[in-house]
């Protein structure tokens, strides 16, 4: 069973768009590109996700580990908190961060390499979430989204395995990647201490039967089993959210 942690909001976190930028202005600089990052297949490799319930202003956070060879769960965490940040396209990162932290401390398992649901450098100010949490833990991540946001790609081949360039004008900041033949691609991107290459071997491996890699689908499940749970359960008088 998962554990789960309330999370604080940090002290000092931004509370504009303007500070939430010059925070993503500073901590870009920290992005570590020259590091290939782990193999794929070797190691733990851990899934983050987040689920909201808007009406009652809560963001539930999700961190799984997996064995990287057998993809077996080896071991969960949860987090809530409250959201942390308005919703603003560019800086989703700052109503996850707080949380998907906390999952990840509470984790009693070394992480691995970290998957995001969602961007790394293929971000408009090539500071996604990915980055932004690989920044913060020092860990390796990559960022692996469903759609392109803003960038643009030529369909890659219809064979798993086949990329194309995910595109900002002429800049490569990731890659469109197809997990299953015939099946709409991924769009894969570094997030910090790993390769493209490197990012796009562990989507491949964590793919065996879905679109999707296996982190992504076990912590989405989590996190939304974890929001359920939360809001169906009678409220207690030592249950507090901070």
């Not at 491949?204 to 076990?218: G, I």
Request: charged share 20%; aromatic share 4%.
């Amino acid at each position: 069973m998962a554990m789960t942690t309330t999370v604080p909001l940090p002290a000092g976190w931004p509370t504009t768009e303007e500070q939430a930028r010059a925070v993503q202005d500073d901590l870009r600089r920290q992005v570590v590109l020259d590091e290939p990052g782990p193999p794929a297949g070797t190691g733990h490799v851990t899934g983050v996700d987040v689920a909201y319930d808007d009406e009652r202003d809560l963001v539930v956070a999700a961190a799984v580990v997996l064995d990287a060879v057998t993809l077996d769960v080896v071991a969960e965490a949860t987090a809530v908190g409250r959201v942390s940040f308005p919703y603003v396209p560019g800086l989703l990162a700052f109503r996850e961060i707080p949380a998907v932290l906390a999952a990840l401390e509470a984790l009693p398992a070394p992480p691995g390499l970290v998957v995001c649901d969602g961007y790394g450098l293929a971000h408009p100010r090539r500071f996604g979430l990915a980055s932004h949490l690989g920044v913060l833990t020092g860990l390796p991540t990559i960022g692996v989204a469903k759609n392109p946001f803003t960038f643009t790609y030529e369909e890659p081949g219809t064979r798993r395995g086949s990329a194309s360039p995910l595109l900002a004008g002429a800049e490569e900041v990731g890659r469109a990647l197809r997990t299953r033949d015939a099946v709409k691609p991924v769009f894969v991107s570094v997030g910090h201490r790993t390769t493209l290459e490197t990012a796009c071997a562990h989507t491949l491996a964590l793919t065996p039967a879905y679109r999707l890699p296996e982190t992504t689908r076990r912590a989405d499940s989590l996190c939304r089993r974890a929001l359920k749970d939360l809001t169906e359960a009678p409220a207690r008088e030592d249950q507090t959210i901070i």
